[in-house]
């Protein structure tokens, strides 16, 4: 009987989510990860035994016994990790995050949320309506949501279970949707995938998987082929068209108002509470999945006016009339493309530069133009050095491809990510936005400091 569950990769993001989950059950809880971090220390606090060498020596014994023993990995875990091979040349239950959560799947109405983007906070969007409606939910999200400062929500009460579907390695082919959106299909991980029909086939085969009373929401216009089994209910959605989408939009004064469109009627003065573009299309998504959970109209209206947002999500870390400064996670073209003009929508006649930090050498290599094209509709680029993650250097392949391929005219500069305090310094500009995936991250709280000093 299994009682102790081992995380190897325990400071993910999505890992994490899980750990809090199993803490939560009674289960002993330990883990490894590469390095400290605040989230790490959280669980810690929390219960969760972690260590930061790759040691198999430091794994407690409780943890040694294959017959009590579940063993959850991150796919981002090198798949010679002294302690990863330890669990599976000695016969332990060895499994993916991702299947872990399919389990929760099977055993709960999972409402799922897949695409290239926009995952994270049309989630989290989901699952805070949910949580404040009378339905309730469980939720393990890919950020840490401002109005509640986790990436986990439980409920007893809740048969529902809101969950980030990841297509990075497939992972989200172990999941069994009770209902889903997908948001966007721009081809992405083409170090998995290698083709873009290979990842388009991906998602293909993820609407298979809803289950047969379920539904599936998709974005309109996606190019992709969806092939639900019998039953599943199909819905369209964008911000301006289909069966849910946003109608008589209002933005000025910082604020922004639009009615909700849904099948069976309108939700009127739907009031976004963190006011930029791109979360009128992320909140429509959101508000469809809580409204065939069984949301109604007035509990979708305050759950979107109180979201505050999800760290690294177009967050604001500064904002005076002298500057404004947000961190984004956003790490594709698209993504970026988004941030920008959402950026722009705000703050029409300001100087607007970027610290970007590239994300993987193979994302660079397949998309450094349009990584270029996003960043040249901003005024300034400071370019930082790639971040490779789980990625050996690819000779050629540096942020000189994007550098040399942004328009003519624009300001740009080529950094090393120590500079960017400099930047924060004495950099030219009225809004500064930092954008990327990787360790750039860890710079934002002393670039706000400087920056609110300005």
């Known amino acids: ?19 809090r989950y199993f803490l939560s059950q009674g289960y002993n809880v330990g883990g490894y990860d590469k390095t400290p971090s605040e989230l790490t220390e959280k669980l810690i606090a929390e219960g969760a035994s972690i260590h930061y060498a790759e040691d198999v020596n430091l794994i407690p014994d409780c943890f040694k016994d294959k017959e009590t023993t579940l063993v959850v990995y991150t796919p981002a875990i090198p798949s010679d990790h002294k302690e990863l091979t330890f669990f599976r040349d000695n016969g332990f239950d060895v499994q993916k995050r991702a299947q872990v959560l399919g389990f929760l799947t099977k055993e709960h109405k999972g409402l799922c949320v897949a695409g290239t983007h926009g995952k994270t906070t049309t989630s989290s969007m989901a699952a805070h309506i949910l949580h404040q409606s009378h339905v309730k939910c469980n939720a393990f999200l890919g950020g840490i949501t401002k109005n509640y400062g986790t990436n986990y929500l439980l409920s007893k009460d809740s048969d529902y279970v809101v969950i980030e579907a990841d297509e990075f390695d497939r992972s989200f082919h172990w999941l069994r949707p009770y209902a889903t959106v997908i948001t966007a299909t721009d081809p992405d991980h083409l170090d998995i995938y290698g083709t873009k029909e290979a990842y388009l086939e991906s998602f293909r085969k993820y609407t298979t998987l809803i289950r047969e009373d379920g539904a599936l929401v998709i974005h309109k216009g996606l190019e992709m082929k969806a092939e639900p089994q019998a039953g599943v209910r199909v819905f369209e959605y964008s911000r301006d068209e289909g069966d849910f989408h946003a109608e008589n939009v209002r933005i000025g004064g910082g604020e922004i108002f639009f009615d909700f469109v849904h099948p069976d009627g309108v939700v009127k003065d739907i009031q976004l509470g963190v006011p930029v573009s791109i979360n009128i299309e992320n909140s429509v998504a959101a508000m469809a999945l809580a409204k065939l959970a069984g949301a109604d109209d007035d509990e979708l209206r305050e759950g979107i006016r109180t979201f505050q ?22 790490h594709h073209p698209n993504e970026i493309a988004q941030s920008v003009r959402s950026i722009r929508e705000l703050y029409v006649d300001k100087k607007i530069a970027a610290v970007f930090q590239p994300h993987l050498y193979t994302r660079t290599r397949d998309f450094y133009k349009e990584f270029a094209d996003a960043l040249s509709q901003l005024d300034v680029v400071y370019l930082c050095d790639i971040y490779p993650a789980r990625e050996l250097p690819i000779p050629g392949v540096t942020s000189q491809l994007i550098y040399d391929n942004l328009r003519h005219g624009i300001e740009k500069y080529l ?16 809004v500064l936005i930092s954008l990327g995936a990787g360790d750039i991250e860890n710079y934002v709280p002393r670039m706000a400091e400087i920056l609110g000093r300005r």
């Open 415 to 430: 950094i090393k990510k120590d500079d960017v305090l400099s930047v924060a310094e004495k950099g030219d500009f009225d």
């Open 1 to 19: 009987m299994i009682n102790s569950i081992y995380f190897v990769g325990a400071g993910g993001i999505g890992m994490s989510a899980l750990v």
């Open 309 to 330: 947002g999800v760290d690294r999500r177009f967050d604001f870390k500064v904002k005076n009339d002298r500057v404004v400064f947000l961190s984004d996670y956003a």
